[in-house]
Each structure stands twice: as structure tokens, then as C-alpha cells.
């Protein structure tokens, strides 16, 4: 945001903010553009001066909150490390825009999904998925997504929580590697063990086997998550 004027910012930011409480308290349904702008104390010609249409400002609003973390510095290498950049990715996007990330991911009801989360751990499952291919992995690469995305939004409200002068951000660093130790095997050519072989072949089950009726991937899905486990 460097490089505008602080009116500018926050109006840009109002909008951002606006669209991103609206979208959690719609659980998936429409936002209208009306409903922003009243939310965010603008017309709709500055919604559309800042993102040029409202499709505009909620992909500003996906690309604000979701990719900080899950996209590594540039593509490619070991999915691990690419895992860790995210996370840390994540956390320093949540201690530069405390405010709105606190709106987009502190505002939670008992029983309610957050549609937000869920689409970060949708893209933490395609880093997941290939270490669950691979053997490396203790449990199935959703549930890995999962606890890791849980962890991750935790330690950064936490974070936030604390008074800037005091905040202990070694504490990121070994939750983080602490979540990835048990999420993670051993590495295939030092001996995987059999919960981490049988979450590689339930994943390989998620492509077509035409050896296999659905009922009998179904039932050996079943096993596998038992042997997983």
C-alpha cells in the first residue's frame, strides 16, 4: 500500500474490510454491491474507481486474505518448504493488517464453517497431496491441511493479541515446526512407516482404478484410514 495517500488507503481499505466481514456473515451466499458500499460508508462509483467492478473487489479480498500464505516466493521445489514460506507468509501478512485479518479470520460462530478457512485449506491441500503421494505423510493430506491451517491462524491471532514491543515471534517458528513434525514421515528412502505407506495409497485411490469396483476402493479407503490412524 506504500505509495498512496493515507485517504486513499483507507478507502481502499474500508472497502476491503466491508467485503470481507459481508462475505463471512453471508456463509456463501451473495454479497451485494449496495451492501459494501453502505458497510464501508462509500458510493459505488469509488468501489468501482478502486476495483473496477465488485467481482473486482472481492477477488482483491481472495488474493488479500488467502494467497499471502499458501503461495511460496516463486513455484516449484520441495513442498515442505514451500509449506514453511507460506506459513510465515501468513503470519507476517496478519501482523502488518492486524485489523482486517482479525475480520477475516477471528469472526467465528460455534458451529458455523468459516467459508474463508475453508479456502485456504483447499490450496494447503494441493501442497498436502503431493507428500501424501510420496509417503510423507502421518495422516491424509485434508486432515493435514486442516490442523496446519488451524495452527497457523491461531499462532498469528495470537500474535496479534500481544503488544507489539513484546510479541515473541520465535513462538511462529516452533509451533510451526512442531505441527510439521507430526504431520510429517520419514522420508521413503529411510523407511516409511505404515500409516504414512497407507495414506500415500489412499491417496493414490483418489485417481480412477479400473481394477477396483467404487464399493471396493471404498472399502479399502476404510482400511487405509484405519492403518493411517
Same mark, same amino acid.
Given at each position: 500500500? !506504500? %505509495? ?7 478507502? &481502499? ?12 456473515? !453471508? ?11 453502505? &458497510? ?36 516449484? %521445489? ?97 509451533? &510451526? ?7 510429517? !514421515? ?39 484410514? &484405519?492403518?493411517?490412524?
Amino acid at each position: 500500500m !506504500a %505509495g498512496r495517500s493515507s485517504s486513499t488507503t483507507s478507502t &481502499r481499505d474500508r472497502l476491503l474490510l466491508a467485503a470481507g466481514q459481508l462475505l463471512h456473515e !453471508a456463509q456463501g451466499g451473495p454479497v451485494s454491491t449496495r451492501a459494501i458500499c453502505e &458497510r464501508a460508508g462509500v458510493q459505488a462509483p469509488t468501489l468501482y474507481h478502486h476495483f473496477g467492478s465488485k467481482q473486482g473487489l472481492l477477488d482483491a479480498v481472495v488474493n488479500y486474505g488467502f494467497t499471502q500464505y499458501v503461495q511460496a516466493p516463486a513455484p516449484g %521445489g520441495d513442498p515442505v518448504d514451500r509449506i514453511r514460506a507460506g506459513w510465515d507468509r501468513h503470519v507476517g501478512y496478519g501482523l502488518e493488517n492486524p485489523q482486517f485479518y482479525v475480520l477475516l479470520y477471528g469472526q467465528i460462530e460455534p458451529g458455523v464453517p468459516c467459508n474463508l478457512t475453508s479456502s485456504a485449506e483447499a490450496m494447503l491441500l494441493e501442497l498436502f497431496t503431493p507428500l501424501a503421494r510420496d509417503g510423507r505423510l502421518r495422516v491424509e493430506a485434508a486432515e493435514a491441511a486442516r490442523q496446519f491451517a488451524a495452527a497457523n491462524s491461531g499462532v498469528t491471532l495470537s500474535l496479534i493479541a500481544q503488544p507489539e514491543e513484546s510479541r515473541d515471534l520465535a513462538m511462529s517458528t516452533q509451533v &510451526r515446526e512442531a505441527v510439521l513434525a507430526g504431520l510429517l !514421515a520419514e522420508r521413503p528412502a529411510e523407511g516409511s512407516t505404515v500409516g504414512a505407506l497407507a495414506v500415500a495409497l489412499s491417496t493414490a485411490l483418489a485417481d480412477d482404478v479400473d481394477q477396483l469396483t467404487t464399493t471396493e476402493r471404498q472399502l479399502l479407503r476404510e482400511w487405509l484410514h &484405519r492403518l493411517s490412524n
